[in-house]
Protein backbone atom coordinates (compact mmCIF):
# COMPACT_ATOMS: atom_id res chain seq x y z
CA UNK A 1 0.00 0.00 0.00
CA UNK A 2 1.09 3.34 -0.96
CA UNK A 3 -0.30 6.40 0.73
CA UNK A 4 0.03 9.63 -0.63
CA UNK A 5 -0.99 12.78 2.42
CA UNK A 6 -2.15 16.34 1.08
CA UNK A 7 -4.16 19.22 1.68
CA UNK A 8 -1.85 20.69 3.92
CA UNK A 9 -0.52 24.24 3.81
CA UNK A 10 -0.58 27.82 5.60
CA UNK A 11 -4.02 28.94 7.65
CA UNK A 12 -4.62 31.54 10.56
CA UNK A 13 -5.73 30.25 13.91
CA UNK A 14 -9.30 29.81 14.22
CA UNK A 15 -9.23 28.73 10.54
CA UNK A 16 -10.02 25.30 8.71
CA UNK A 17 -8.19 22.92 6.55
CA UNK A 18 -8.70 19.43 5.16
CA UNK A 19 -6.10 16.38 4.65
CA UNK A 20 -6.77 13.86 2.34
CA UNK A 21 -4.72 10.36 2.24
CA UNK A 22 -4.92 8.55 -1.33
CA UNK A 23 -4.08 4.85 -1.06
CA UNK A 24 -2.72 3.05 -4.26
CA UNK A 25 -1.05 -0.16 -5.07
CA UNK A 26 -3.59 -2.12 -2.60
CA UNK A 27 -6.72 -0.75 -1.52
CA UNK A 28 -7.55 0.25 2.34
CA UNK A 29 -10.29 -2.46 2.29
CA UNK A 30 -10.80 -3.78 5.95
CA UNK A 31 -7.33 -1.72 7.16
CA UNK A 32 -8.02 0.52 9.98
CA UNK A 33 -6.56 4.20 9.15
CA UNK A 34 -4.56 6.79 11.12
CA UNK A 35 -3.50 10.00 11.32
CA UNK A 36 -0.14 10.86 13.58
CA UNK A 37 1.94 14.14 13.31
CA UNK A 38 5.32 15.30 14.42
CA UNK A 39 7.20 18.28 15.42
CA UNK A 40 10.59 19.04 15.58
CA UNK A 41 12.51 17.81 18.01
CA UNK A 42 9.54 15.03 19.55
CA UNK A 43 7.90 11.93 18.54
CA UNK A 44 5.18 11.43 16.16
CA UNK A 45 1.79 11.92 18.28
CA UNK A 46 -1.30 10.03 17.08
CA UNK A 47 -4.36 12.35 16.49
CA UNK A 48 -7.53 10.59 15.03
CA UNK A 49 -8.36 7.17 13.83
CA UNK A 50 -11.14 4.94 11.93
CA UNK A 51 -12.05 1.62 12.07
CA UNK A 52 -12.63 -0.14 8.67
CA UNK A 53 -15.64 -2.58 10.23
CA UNK A 54 -18.20 0.05 11.60
CA UNK A 55 -16.84 3.35 10.60
CA UNK A 56 -15.87 4.80 14.35
CA UNK A 57 -13.47 6.85 15.56
CA UNK A 58 -11.16 7.52 18.04
CA UNK A 59 -9.18 10.98 18.71
CA UNK A 60 -6.34 12.77 20.95
CA UNK A 61 -7.67 15.09 23.61
CA UNK A 62 -5.60 17.76 22.02
CA UNK A 63 -8.09 17.49 18.76
CA UNK A 64 -11.64 16.60 19.94
CA UNK A 65 -14.46 18.25 19.08
CA UNK A 66 -12.41 20.35 16.27
CA UNK A 67 -10.78 17.73 14.18
CA UNK A 68 -13.05 14.80 12.06
CA UNK A 69 -11.42 11.84 10.58
CA UNK A 70 -13.77 9.85 7.71
CA UNK A 71 -13.02 7.31 4.96
CA UNK A 72 -14.43 7.12 1.64
CA UNK A 73 -13.64 3.36 0.75
CA UNK A 74 -14.98 3.63 -2.90
CA UNK A 75 -12.05 5.68 -3.60
CA UNK A 76 -9.42 4.52 -0.85
CA UNK A 77 -8.93 8.19 0.58
CA UNK A 78 -9.11 9.16 3.86
CA UNK A 79 -9.66 12.63 5.43
CA UNK A 80 -9.10 14.68 8.40
CA UNK A 81 -11.48 17.77 8.65
CA UNK A 82 -9.51 20.09 10.73
CA UNK A 83 -11.37 23.32 12.21
CA UNK A 84 -10.79 25.81 15.02
CA UNK A 85 -7.18 25.32 14.05
CA UNK A 86 -4.46 26.36 16.49
CA UNK A 87 -0.82 27.11 16.53
CA UNK A 88 -0.10 24.44 18.55
CA UNK A 89 -1.67 22.20 15.79
CA UNK A 90 1.33 23.14 14.08
CA UNK A 91 3.09 20.03 12.50
CA UNK A 92 3.93 17.39 9.88
CA UNK A 93 0.40 15.36 9.46
CA UNK A 94 1.25 11.93 8.66
CA UNK A 95 -1.94 9.37 7.48
CA UNK A 96 -1.08 5.40 8.09
CA UNK A 97 -2.57 2.15 7.70
CA UNK A 98 -2.81 -0.87 9.82
CA UNK A 99 -3.13 -4.62 9.09
CA UNK A 100 -6.21 -4.54 11.82
CA UNK A 101 -9.12 -3.83 10.93
CA UNK A 102 -9.92 -1.69 14.01
CA UNK A 103 -7.74 1.19 14.14
CA UNK A 104 -5.51 1.65 16.93
CA UNK A 105 -3.98 4.83 18.77
CA UNK A 106 -0.32 2.87 18.99
CA UNK A 107 1.78 3.90 16.32
CA UNK A 108 4.13 0.56 16.10
CA UNK A 109 1.17 -0.45 15.03
CA UNK A 110 1.09 0.77 11.78
CA UNK A 111 2.68 -0.89 9.16
CA UNK A 112 2.07 1.73 5.79
CA UNK A 113 2.67 4.97 6.30
CA UNK A 114 2.48 7.86 3.63
CA UNK A 115 5.28 11.09 3.16
CA UNK A 116 3.42 13.74 5.50
CA UNK A 117 2.11 17.20 4.55
CA UNK A 118 3.19 20.25 6.12
CA UNK A 119 0.48 22.17 8.35
CA UNK A 120 1.26 25.68 9.56
CA UNK A 121 -0.90 27.30 11.83
CA UNK A 122 -0.50 31.51 12.65
CA UNK A 123 -1.67 33.26 15.33
Known amino acids: VQLQASGGGLVQAGGSLRLSCAASGRTLSRRGMGWFRQTPGKEREFVAA????????DYADSVKGRFTISRDNAKNTVYLQMNSLKPEDTAVYYC?????????????????WGQGTHVTVSS
Open 50 to 57: INWSDGST
Open 96 to 112: AATYRSVATTVRAEYQY
